[in-house]
């Protein structure tokens, strides 16, 4: 159904983003998790959507208030975020903001784990698909424009340069997240573009107007130029 509303430079594209966290279970009463409000994502989708985006939002379990106006679809764990993203395809774009959990419970508890007189739990671990990966990797399918991020405390550059060559994406969104930064859970963000042509530091902005850009470059790469 054509959406009538529908105007601006992205009107009819359809653009995928993850945002937030990945919760991965322990038992029905714990889990385990990297820290993410799901502002940047957020921001970047409000802004792709501004721009007429038909904007898909996979999103776990966040604190920041959803965007509205997109299809929202809400996940819990970095497996039930990779059905998700794999069932939304075909899209133009794909960006990957989301903190995703690197490692789940190898095989979590379906009853409470009860304290045991000072034994100690031992948990094992497996690893979570790389959902950024395996859609830069596609054979068929593979969005036009596929950008991931890198959020590192260490050689920021240099990380997030190995890492968009590793992962086969276009660009990766870098940021230093180093306690001193304030970065983390803040509402600025400084981040490095990095894409085939380099590393591109940007001014620290709010979040919001980082998304802009990004929204801007992004419509910029699908060939759309602002009218
Ligand atoms: N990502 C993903 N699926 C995962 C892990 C990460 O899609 N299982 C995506 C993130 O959304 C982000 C990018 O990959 O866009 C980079 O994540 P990051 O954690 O920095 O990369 P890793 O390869 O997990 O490397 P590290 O060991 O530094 O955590
Ligand atoms: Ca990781």
Known sequence: ??????DGPLAGRRILITSGPTHEPIDPV???ANRSSGAQGTAIAEALRDMGAEVVFVTGPAEAPRPADVEVIEVESAREMREAVLGALPVEAGIFAAAVADWRVASASGSKIKKQGGKLPVLEFAENPDILAEVSQLAEGRPRLVVGFAAETD???????????????????ANDVSPATGIMGGAENAVVLISDAGAETWPRASKREVGARLAGRIAEALGVSPR
């Open 1 to 6: 159904v054509e959406d009538f509303f529908s």
């Open 155 to 173: 050689d920021v550059v240099a990380n997030a340069t190995a890492k968009r060559v590793r992962k086969g994406c276009d660009w990766i969104v």
């Open 30 to 32: 714990r889990y385990i």
